[in-house]
Structures are given as structure tokens and as C-alpha cells.
């Protein structure tokens, strides 16, 4: 296992994609920052009382998930373009190990599901963790710059049909959190997913194509994963569910599918 992200971390162009997943929210932050910031300290002598707490986005609502800038550059950089940034970080390496057949040499040292095992944990760990880290600073940030606002967006307590939505929208901060675990856990379990198409099929061509299609896919259907990632929307705890099932069916299959084809493929 620590080999895996000794690996991993060993290629110095990882640190690259590292690097984006965790500056994207934090060019999405400084863009509400500026929008929030910039008519006030521009025109000062327009807000005679300064800004009001109304007149400033509830920290909650500035943070990533929460697409509070109008172009909504952040989530289409970072959410639509995840499959490339998983295959980059980590699907990547093992499909270069099966080209140059370095396979082979695990397998005279270690037993197949060991190594499958060893494979999937890394892939989730390493995706998930490093945009929990990310979501992490940039709510952190939002706290401090928008330290003391309550503008919701024109949202309030009561006004949802839907319980689950009222309930975030009164509980701002836990409504997130539930939102960013949400997201974080979901785009670990593609990562497991991505990583079951390198073992299935082992041709980059074929496994970027299905991983990228797909993902797009169930990201503009009528029931989008995104309603298990973006907060304080219309659609509540059902299609958040639903979400949810989706991402595990896909992740479920891949694993059976993984399981016919394990030991009637040669992998050395």
C-alpha cells in the first residue's frame, strides 16, 4: 500500500493535478471575493454605513459547492473535468505499467487481489482526500472573508416544499458539511470506478472514452450526481439519493464485471 503512493508521489507531474484540484476553489473564492468586495471598495461613498450582513454572502454560500458566481468557472473546471485529473493522478499509472508490462513484477511478488485491493484503496484515498483538503481550505477561507454575512441568495428558512433543503438552509454550516463529504466520497468511488475500466480493459483509448462519457452523462441526466454534490438547491434528499444510487451502481457493476474477467485474464 505505501508503495502505491510512493509511486504515486515519485512523478512529479502529479504534482500538477494536485496542485489544480486544490486552486480551482481557490480561484472560485477569490472570484466571489472580488464580485462581493470590489463595488463597496470601489465606490465607498455609495454604502455610507459600510456593508451590511445582508449585503454579504453567508460563508457558506461563497464556498465552492455552493456556485455562488454567476459563470460557475470553478465547478465546470473541477467537477466536469474530474475523470481527466483521476486518470491523470493515478488510473494513468497502472495502464503505463501494463504497456511496459512493470505488472509482472508485482505479481511475482504479490498475489493478485492484494494487488487489485491495494490499487482501488489508493485510487479512492488519493482523489478523495486531496479534494477534501482542498474543499476544506476554501470553506475555511470563505469564513474569513466573508466572516459575518447572512446573504443567502435569496433563499430563507421556510420557503422549501422540501424538508431536507429548509433543514440546510437552517443549518447552514452542517448542510454543507453533509454536501462537501457528499462530493468527496462520491468522486473517490469514480476513482474505484475508473480504476475497474483500467482492469477490465487495460487499452487507455477505451478506458478514457467510457470514464469521461460517462461521468458527463450522469452529470446531465434528469437525475445529475450533482444534486449529491451542490448545496442548497431546489432538488432535495430524493434526487440526492438517487444521485447516490447511481454512483453506486456504476461502482458496483464495474466490480462484478472486474470479478468475471479476474481470473480468466492473463495479467502477467
Not at 236 to 260: D, M, R, T
Request: aromatic share 20%; proline share 3%; charged share 15%.
Amino acid at each position: 500500500m505505501c508503495f502505491e503512493f510512493y509511486k504515486t508521489f515519485k512523478d512529479k507531474k502529479r504534482y500538477i493535478v494536485m496542485l489544480l484540484i486544490v486552486l480551482i476553489p481557490m480561484l472560485d473564492l477569490a472570484l466571489n471575493i472580488y464580485s462581493e468586495y470590489a463595488p463597496y471598495l470601489k465606490h465607498p461613498e455609495c454604502y455610507p454605513g459600510g456593508l451590511f450582513p445582508s449585503e454579504i454572502y453567508s460563508p457558506a454560500f461563497a464556498s465552492f459547492l455552493a456556485s455562488a458566481n454567476s459563470g460557475h468557472i470553478g465547478q465546470m473546471l473541477l467537477i466536469w473535468l474530474m475523470p481527466i485529473y483521476i486518470f491523470l493522478f493515478y488510473v494513468d499509472g497502472y495502464l503505463q505499467e501494463k504497456a511496459y508490462h512493470y505488472s509482472t513484477i508485482y505479481f511475482s511478488k504479490i498475489n493478485r487481489r492484494s494487488v487489485y485491493r491495494n490499487k482501488i484503496f489508493t485510487a479512492f484515498s488519493l482523489i478523495a482526500g486531496t479534494n477534501l483538503v482542498s474543499l476544506l481550505l476554501n470553506h475555511i477561507l470563505a469564513n474569513f472573508a466573508f466572516y459575518g454575512g447572512t446573504n443567502m441568495k435569496s433563499m430563507y428558512v421556510g420557503m422549501a416544499e422540501e424538508g431536507f433543503l429548509d433543514w440546510c438552509l437552517a443549518n447552514l454550516e452542517a448542510g454543507y458539511f453533509i454536501y462537501l463529504l457528499s462530493y468527496c466520497l462520491l468522486v473517490g468511488l469514480y476513482a474505484v470506478f475508473c480504476m475497474n475500466l483500467a482492469f477490465i480493459f487495460h487499452d487507455r483509448k477505451i478506458v478514457y472514452a467510457i470514464g469521461i462519457i460517462l461521468w458527463i452523462v450522469m452529470i446531465m441526466n434528469p437525475y445529475s450526481i450533482t444534486y449529491a454534490m451542490q448545496p442548497f438547491i431546489e432538488y432535495g434528499l430524493k434526487y440526492f439519493l438517487i444521485a447516490w444510487c447511481i454512483i453506486l451502481g456504476v461502482v458496483l457493476i464495474s466490480y462484478c464485471l472486474v470479478k468475471l474477467t479476474w481470473e480468466k485474464k492473463d495479467e502477467i
